[in-house]
């Protein structure tokens, strides 16, 4: 059995505008692209790309987000159980 990873491809970040650079709001990401090192946890920020939600769920743009490892240690994003992504 594996570690599970910090963020996979698939998961909704709920961010606070201090857990993301120039946050302004509350950003809900769904992560689309993660990079090699994204679940490294000596860094302390990792590069995320992904669609922006709106508050109700409903997918709104494409953002590229610089977001605090600890952030996403603090508050795990909620993730599809294993083969969900693929029904």
Known sequence: MGVNPLVVTGDVLTLQPCDYCVGQTVLWLKVTYVPRYANFLA???VRLEGLELRPDGTPWRERVVMVRVQAIIDDPPT???PGARDR
Do not use: D, I, V
Request: charged share 50%.
């Open 43 to 45: 860094s302390r920020w």
């Open 79 to 81: 993730r599809l159980e």
